[in-house]
């Protein structure tokens, strides 16, 4: 499967904007380019009964987070703390900076 093109990175803090957890925040904690998906912490839980094993010799119920559509999130600036698009801006040495659309400021890398 060929590899897709994310608008969000891992450590981003995101806002959801459509779906069931609409309004919700989270931060990314997994990015899944080849089916333009994303996992958000606290976002999407669910629930999966697990049989004892060797790895968890309990078993029970296990809670985790689903993924769910990169297009749902949309990035959050640090500075005003509302949701905003990003453009990239090369500078002349060749490295790639995260622009906010609504401000205008650069928006640092988590990781």
């Given at each position: 499967?060929?590899?897709?093109?994310?608008?969000?990175r891992?450590?981003?803090?995101?806002?959801?904007?459509?779906?069931?957890?609409?309004?919700?925040?989270?931060?990314?904690?997994?990015?899944?380019?080849?089916?333009?998906q994303?996992?958000?912490?606290?976002?999407?839980?669910?629930?999966?009964?697990?049989?004892?094993?060797?790895?968890?010799?309990?078993?029970?119920?296990?809670?985790?987070?689903?993924?769910?559509?990169?297009?749902?999130?949309?990035?959050i600036?640090?500075?005003?703390?509302?949701?905003?698009?990003?453009?990239?801006?090369?500078?002349?040495?060749?490295?790639?900076?995260?622009?906010?659309?609504?401000?205008?400021?650069?928006?640092?890398?988590?990781?």
């Amino acid at each position: 499967m060929a590899r897709g093109k994310v608008h969000v990175r891992r450590g981003d803090r995101v806002r959801i904007i459509a779906g069931n957890y609409k309004g919700a925040t989270g931060q990314i904690l997994r990015v899944i380019p080849a089916a333009n998906q994303v996992v958000v912490e606290g976002v999407n839980v669910r629930k999966r009964h697990q049989r004892p094993s060797p790895q968890n010799p309990e078993g029970g119920i296990v809670s985790f987070e689903a993924p769910i559509d990169a297009s749902n999130v949309m990035l959050i600036d640090p500075t005003t703390d509302e949701p905003t698009r990003i453009r990239v801006r090369i500078d002349t040495d060749g490295t790639k900076e995260r622009i906010s659309v609504r401000t205008g400021n650069p928006i640092p890398t988590a990781e």
